[in-house]
């Protein structure tokens, strides 16, 4: 391993630093290195977006943006990318190359910010500014223009207490409407083309980033006590809220191989450090239905940065991607050096946050099959409609013959110390006729399978009560006499107006 220095593009230069320490935020380095304090923090837990930046990474020639959330990204992983922050957005200094215009105007961001009023104390301003600075040059460059509902799903993770979101959506509408600015992105580009020759990332610190899966896999094998690290979307609040040290850390947000998501003999391969976003978009792709718990897992800077593979395999409880995956079916591949053996989701977890993970295994990738002839539906039930915890979260799936019950998968998540399938009301509906007596008996059932706990999100009687309810709702939505339409069940059937 050749020990180098941190390499990245901000500010129109590429910045070197030696031996970085491995979890510092990018937040620290901005306000405490760099001096830019436009970025805030607010939470520290990638909650509030007042600490949101934009990343760029090369694909295939081009500059592709992405919101983050600088409070618990570790600076390491910029390593051969570009940082935007708001202070990019600047015009009018003479050695400003991303946007040479004068001096007295503002980026159409900032200026339809000014005239909607969608600033009063200020504080997360900054943060607003740039998801829709994303949203704005995503857009810009494909020629389109988002809805008022994809604006409100781009600031998803952005939260202000004082000026109110109806402003700042006028504001995200109001943007296009001034002469078009786009991004200069050849300095950054170019930047980037020149660090992509540098070999993988070792710190003296313990900070590795190896390029290709079978390095991964040597790494991890040789240090089965290192940490995996792909979004910090998990691990970050460990440092910021915890105040725990890490130890080494093997990120494997660089290798290529873990990012690919394929599907081929009836089966979707989902690789371990894919992101939260392409994951789901996949997902939604071949189940429509689950689109509803794709845009409230989390928010989008949270679903960019994360990966499913890295929720599966930290095993929350209340992590909203295993019910989904469980009422799927789905299997976890599993990696060792060389050896790779394949486990039921279902059977993966063994205890609160334990998993079936040897000493130097690792998930590569989750495999979902595909069955054209099942139902599926997904909940989830929190507090806060967007960006939340989960008090609980449904995984249902089933699978009718001449109306009789052929398969059936129901997985819950809040509900016990693990997420897992409810056996006795899975049992309750099997072979039954898929009515109003079967599903009735299966809420029964339900209190069988869980005996959920009382904390800050919900009591243990309400849990119980909201997951009979939903076995309830899912079979409205698939009886074969008037079932629901989606009309009725989502709200994404309406656009935001106000």
Known sequence: MNIRPLRFFHRGETVEIENPASTRTVLEWLREERL???????????????????????????????????????????????????????????????????????????QAMVDCHGSQCGFCTPGFVMSLWACYQRHQAAGTRPTRQQLADDLSGNLCRCTGYRPILDAGERMFDAAPLPLDAQPAVSALQALAADGALHTEGGFHAPR????????????????????????????????????????????????????????LQIGAAASLEDAWQALVAQWPALRDVWLRFASLPIRVAGTMGGNIANGSPIGDSAPVLMALDAAVVLRRGEAVRTLPLAGFYVDYMKNRLEPGEFVQALTVPL????????????????????????????????GMVRTVRFAFGGMAATVRRAAAAEAAAQGQPWSQTTVSAAMAALAQDFQPLTDMRAGADYRLQVAQNLLQRFWLETRADDPLPESAVSVWSREVTA
């Open 36 to 110: 830019c304090t436009g970025t805030k923090e607010g939470c520290a837990e990638g909650d509030c977006g007042a600490c949101t930046v934009v990343l760029g990474e090369l694909q295939g020639g081009e500059l592709a943006l992405r919101p983050a959330n600088a409070c618990i990204q570790f600076l390491p992983t910029l390593d051969g990318k570009a940082l935007f922050t708001v202070e990019d957005l600047k015009a009018g200094r003479p050695d400003d190359s991303l946007h040479p215009v004068s001096n007295d105007k503002l980026h159409p961001v900032q």
């Open 212 to 267: 290709t899966l079978a390095e991964f896999a040597a790494l991890r094998a040789a240090k089965p006590a290192a940490k995996l690290l792909a979004g910090s979307t998990d691990m970050g609040l460990w440092v910021t809220k915890q105040f725990r040290d890490l130890g080494e850390l093997i990120f494997i947000g660089e290798v290529a191989e873990l990012k690919r998501i394929e599907l081929a003999d009836g089966v």
């Open 371 to 402: 069955n054209p002839a099942a139902q599926v539906r997904a909940y989830k039930i929190s507090k806060r409609f967007d960006c939340d915890i989960s008090a609980v979260c449904a995984g249902l799936a089933i699978e009718l013959d001449g």
